[in-house]
């Protein structure tokens, strides 16, 4: 199966965006944090997962996949 990416978006009551990034190997999750946060607003906190220390692999792919959950 090829290499996909999976971004959760957790909206808060308050308005507050929690995003998590999976499937996305090294520091390129952090583009696409920055790409996203042009368009929804400031980043507060980053926390980054074991994927951003693995090595990224090799092969681009454009396999993007976006789920919306809303949290009470």
Do not use: W
């Amino acid at each position: 199966m090829p290499n996909s990416h999976e971004i959760e978006l957790f909206i808060s009551e308050d308005g507050e965006i929690k995003v998590h990034i999976k499937g996305m190997k090294g520091p390129g999750c952090l583009k696409v944090l920055d790409s996203l946060a042009k368009d929804v607003g400031e980043v507060k906190n980053k926390e980054l997962t074991g994927e951003y220390y693995e090595k990224p692999l090799t092969q681009n792919n454009n396999n993007t996949n976006i789920r919306h959950d809303r949290t009470a």
